[in-house]
């Protein structure tokens, strides 16, 4: 009798190649240019393609190969934000950062990363899922000048989005994730307008949606916000509830070596669960015992077929070694429950 598996991904990036840009780093900044990066970049996603499929990962990502930041890459194909231009500005309440400043009406005036998700395609045959930064976490990481209104400029960017994603679905793209970790911080915000600026993000996408809400990589500013946090982390409470009456399919959240009530996922009936099983925060690589027993924990507050394991968040501040073993063994683990539950 075959067993059937949980199905296994990662949030979002894995670590890019020495030669492509600075390694270990959450901001590496690239070391070519011109012809010569793009090539090397689509080098760079055919390695962490194969490492996934050589772990056994079974819905795949491009590792963010193409991108030095999970938000500010796409942001900067749109007009109406100027990089030269920074302000000093506190990014989700927690640390302070040079951004760049909005200065005039954002606009998409072609595609960012079609391209980069056709090649994804085209090395694959298993689901693929791309991810995409959410208009709130957007919002947070610039300094406004022009909209003058965070709801504002978070509504311009999720149409801006929803374009994106369109485009990315027609491109064969299974599973379109918005990270949103300012979901964990701006809880008045979420539920005035951050779950609807969502919602019009994904508005008549074919791909299923996904939104990733953690508590961050594993960088000193997150990990002593963590700290100051207690002994429960109950940040899920406030969104969960609003997320369940969204058309989202998929929550992806913080788990394993967290404080994080695992009752707490019981809010979410009906969606996909990416239970992260994979810690962010330490080179120490989990045993697959640790992966399934997170997963054993969480099964008991939703349903198999809604059972996923996936990654805290991004694994691009490790080793490649690191992150394989990582990706080793969350798949082991994942393997290791589903056995024991048959």
Not at 251 to 261: A, T, W
Not at 265 to 279: E, N, T
Request: glycine share 4%.
């Amino acid at each position: 009798m075959s067993i059937k598996k949980i199905p296994t991904t990662i949030s979002g990036s894995l670590p890019k190649p020495f030669w492509l840009a600075e390694s270990a780093k959450l901001w590496g900044k690239w070391k070519l240019k011109g012809k010569e990066l793009e090539l090397a970049k689509f080098d760079a996603m055919k390695i962490v393609v194969s490492d996934q499929l050589q772990a056994g990962i079974s819905i795949i990502t491009d590792g963010e190969q193409t991108r030095e930041h999970f938000v500010t890459t796409f942001i900067e194909h749109l007009s109406g934000v100027d990089f030269k231009k920074r302000k000093i500005m506190r990014i989700r309440d927690r640390y302070d950062a040079s951004v760049p400043v909005v200065t005039n009406k954002i606009v998409r005036k072609k595609s960012v990363f079609v391209n980069d998700a056709k090649l994804l395609r085209s090395l694959t045959k298993l689901p693929i899922k791309f991810t995409l930064p959410g208009p709130m976490t957007m919002v947070d990481t610039l300094y406004d000048d022009y909209y003058k209104s965070r709801e504002k400029l978070a509504w311009r960017f999720a149409e801006v989005l929803n374009d994106e994603a369109k485009e990315l679905s027609k491109a064969g793209v299974d599973i379109i994730q918005f990270d949103e970790p300012a979901f964990n911080v701006f809880f008045d915000e979420v539920k005035d307008w951050g779950i609807d600026t969502l919602e019009r993000a994904t508005k008549n996408i074919i791909s299923k949606t996904a939104v990733h809400i953690c508590y961050g990589y594993g960088i000193e500013a997150n990990i002593n916000w963590k700290n100051s946090l207690g002994k429960e982390w109950r940040q899920y409470e406030n969104v969960f509830p609003l997320l369940s009456k969204s058309k989202i399919n998929q929550i992806s959240l913080e788990c394993i070596n967290s404080k994080v009530p695992m009752e707490l996922i019981s809010l979410l009936k009906g969606k996909d669960i990416l239970v992260g099983a994979i810690d962010v925060g330490t080179n120490k690589v989990e045993t697959p015992r640790e992966v399934a027993n997170v997963l054993k924990k969480a099964l008991k507050y939703t349903n198999f077929k809604h059972l996923y394991a996936s990654t805290n968040c991004g694994l691009v501040t490790f080793s490649r070694e690191v992150a394989n073993a990582k990706l080793k063994a969350l798949v082991e683990g994942a393997n290791l429950f589903s056995k024991e539950l048959s």
